[in-house]
């Protein structure tokens, strides 16, 4: 249309000007020289006005014809009988077979409020059983977009961690398991551990019965129940809701770690540490996990939190699995992270010149690995330690900075040094020439599918988690309760 607003609007705010003015379709097409039926025709945004008429009806109607275009609704109900033309109009409400029902003045308001409030529903759970994993991707990168935007430092969480720690008197050193059962009592709840989770579950909370729900407590090392009990204990303390969509979960999920790190590594002492070991030249992510008794990754995302708030430096994080491909990054100092076209970085395979890359490939992975690496950005410095998991095999943790930065931590003055081209294609994701004319008719690789890249994202109550098994737990362990 060559107005710049829809024919339904358009045709609605013609009705509300006519209804205002007293005049009926006969009365109002005969001033314009058009019948009746015709002016009802562009009134339910069936039919398209000439320039002309549209003309004469300004004048008639005495309103200006910018005002006539305009592309809002002129009133509370015209607007909803607006949404609810188009809600009926569209491809969704035609697959279910039911007869239109008219946005006309004799519909009564609570009637309308309610068809409209039905068809943005409908649409909702609609749009979110086809959430595709682009759509998960998207919601990612702009979440990560967002989180540089603002040096990954979130002060609200830093407080909210600071204010649950003071409520149970933690104060210095490592946060205990009895600090954070405190903390749970605090909230009404009891932790629980038990061996029958959900197997999509990390945590269940009862809240009807005041349990948090988690794996066995020997689980090794400990942090990771530390970690999750508050992760859990974060929903309620930042009053979270349901998910809506998947960038509210991504959001939510990262919010609960954040609020973890920061009592698991409360801000006045890592502050307190890392300014001390920079003070010192002697900055180390080995060091700082040790002082708070966390995992390797959980310190060094811990140490991207602090760096550029409290440090005056801008740093990079990596995890990468043995596939090479990333699974977490975030940088603020130019690293020319890899991309697709969308901008997501996670699934993207990192450069083989890089430690990210080179330290699986070591020998001796009892202490970290550092590596200066030149690339098209720039130098930088890292620090790369390498781990396990059997559910997802080797992966790497990398904490790197700028070259000009590398001067305040432990291991800047190694020797190892690679030269990294990529983006360039001809770096390490190219085969030379000679493997090329060797290969390239003898050779047939059978990709993996992984089943997940066509499958729609998890939708309902607990995005990713199988609400049926977690309804079945609650019910099989609330008959425990002493």
């Not at 305040?408 to 020439?433: H, L």
Request: net charge neutral; with cysteine; hydrophobic share 35%.
């Amino acid at each position: 249309m060559a107005y710049g607003t829809d024919l339904i609007t358009l045709g609605r705010r013609i009705r509300h000007h006519r209804r205002e003015r007293g005049l009926t379709l006969d009365q109002l097409g005969a001033k314009v020289g058009v019948v009746g039926s015709q002016l009802s025709l562009i009134e339910n945004g069936r039919r398209e006005p000439k320039l002309s008429l549209l003309q004469a009806l300004s004048a008639e109607l005495d309103v200006p014809m910018p005002d006539l275009l305009r592309d809002e609704a002129p009133d509370e109900r015209t607007a909803l009988e607006i949404e609810l033309a188009k809600a009926q109009a569209g491809p969704l409400y035609s697959t279910l077979g039911l007869p239109i029902v008219p946005p006309s003045r004799s519909l009564p308001m609570e009637t309308l409020q309610s068809l409209v409030g039905l068809h943005r529903e409908l649409d909702r759970r609609a749009r979110q059983s086809i959430a595709t994993p682009e759509e998960a991707r998207r919601a990612n990168t702009e979440n990560k977009a967002g989180m540089r935007e603002r040096a990954n430092y979130l002060p609200d969480l830093e407080q909210a961690a600071q204010d649950a720690l003071a409520s149970v008197g933690h104060t210095t050193g490592a946060l205990t398991h009895r600090s954070v059962s405190l903390l749970a009592e605090r909230l009404g709840f009891t932790l629980v551990y038990v061996d029958d989770l959900p197997h999509s579950a990390r945590s269940v909370t009862d809240l009807h019965n005041g349990r948090i729900y988690l794996p066995p407590a020997s689980i090794p090392g400990g942090h990771g129940l530390r970690s999750m009990a508050l992760q859990a204990m974060a929903h309620r303390i930042l009053d979270h809701t349901p998910p809506e969509n998947y960038a509210d979960f991504l959001r939510q999920r990262l919010e609960i770690n954040y609020f973890a790190a920061a009592c698991l590594m409360p801000l006045e002492q890592s502050v307190r540490f890392l300014q001390a070991a920079k003070q010192r030249k002697d900055l180390s992510v080995e060091d700082f996990r040790d002082a708070f008794g966390v995992t390797h990754e959980a310190a060094a995302l811990r140490m991207t939190n602090l760096a550029t708030s409290h440090l005056d430096m801008r740093v990079h994080f990596l995890r990468v699995g043995e596939d090479g491909a990333v699974y977490k990054a975030y940088e603020n100092d130019g690293l020319p992270l890899p991309t697709d076209v969308t901008g997501a970085v996670e699934g993207q395979p990192v450069c083989d010149k890089w430690a990210a890359r080179g330290a699986l490939a070591r020998t001796n992975r009892t202490t970290e690995f550092y590596q200066y690496t030149d690339t098209p950005a720039g130098t930088f410095w890292c620090a790369t330690q390498t781990g396990s998991m059997s559910d997802q095999g080797e992966f790497s943790i990398t904490f790197g900075v700028p070259f000009a930065e590398a001067k305040w931590f432990r291991g800047r003055d190694t020797q190892q040094r690679r030269v990294s081209t990529c983006p360039d294609e001809s770096c390490c994701r190219r085969p030379s020439s000679e493997l090329a004319e060797r290969w390239s008719t003898a050779a047939w690789p059978s990709a993996k599918l992984h089943a997940h890249i066509l499958s729609p994202l998890p939708s309902g109550k607990f995005p990713g988690v199988a609400e049926n098994e977690v309804y079945q737990f609650l019910e099989r362990h609330a008959g425990t309760l002493s």
